[in-house]
T-cell receptor, first 113, second 112 residues
Framework: NAGVTQTPKFQVLKTGQSMTLQCAQDMNHNSMYWYRQDPGMGLRLIYYSASEGTTDKGEVPNGYNVSRLNKREFSLRLESAAPSQTSVYFC????????????FGEGSWLTVV | GENVEQHPSTLSVQEGDSAVIKCTYSDSASNYFPWYKQELGKRPQLIIDIRSNVGEKKDQRIAVTLNKTAKHFSLHITETQPEDSAVYFCAASKGAGNMLTFGGGTRLMVKP
């Protein structure tokens, strides 16, 4: 049982390049989330998927798109990376109807130069 | 929507002392309050949570208290150790089917 796994762990992009962060969970959770965490800062919600087939914007969605591919997988895409998107990205999941305990992946460190 | 404020933003204690981190929330309908610990370079991990039907919960050296009337909850760490050094996040939600709102985090430093 791996929990929440995300790839890649580290990535350097040039401004304007695109990339997709992949996330998968094996806990049979309904809800999945993407957060970003800037150095010394808190967690800010980018997008979430309450259940398979639905996605909604969070606090900071601009510059990102998401896809809930199936119940296990939730990807985050940066279409045209900007230096302001340099951050650590965490994927997370939770059982939709059970207290909202969120389990995080290990994080993806993204640098845009 | 819900707003969660967390204080202090940084806290430095001597090893063996106690540490207290406080959070206030705005939505009186919130009923689930977890605490996460994030070590440097690691993911946030749940360390303890409390629901609004109880006022206090303990797990070894950590405890959480909840005051529903005042809309605040606190994390208490006793006999602090260097490995307690981390960033701690509180959060609140209205329970099943609702989103968690995180506080801004507290950086705890335990000096040996």
């Amino acid at each position: 049982n791996a929990g929440v796994t995300q790839t890649p762990k580290f990535q350097v992009l040039k401004t304007g390049q695109s990339m997709t962060l992949q996330c998968a969970q094996d806990m049979n959770h309904n809800s999945m989330y993407w957060y970003r965490q800037d150095p010394g800062m808190g967690l800010r919600l980018i997008y979430y998927s309450a259940s398979e087939g639905t996605t909604d914007k969070g606090e900071v969605p601009n510059g990102y798109n998401v896809s809930r591919l199936n119940k296990r997988e939730f990807s985050l895409r940066l279409e045209s990376a900007a230096p302001s998107q340099t951050s650590v990205y965490f994927c997370a999941s939770s059982v939709f109807r059970s207290g909202n305990t969120i389990y995080f992946g290990e994080g993806s460190w993204l640098t845009v130069v | 929507g819900e707003n969660v404020e967390q204080h202090p933003s940084t806290l430095s204690v001597q090893e063996g002392d106690s540490a207290v981190i406080k959070c206030t929330y705005s939505d009186s309908a919130s009923n689930y309050f977890p605490w996460y610990k994030q070590e440097l370079g690691k993911r946030p991990q749940l360390i303890i949570d409390i629901r609004s039907n109880v006022g206090e919960k303990k797990d070894q050296r950590i405890a959480v208290t909840l005051n529903k009337t005042a809309k605040h909850f606190s994390l208490h760490i006793t006999e602090t150790q260097p490995e307690d050094s981390a960033v701690y996040f509180c959060a609140a939600s209205k329970g099943a089917g609702n989103m968690l709102t995180f506080g801004g985090g507290t950086r705890l430093m335990v000096k040996p």
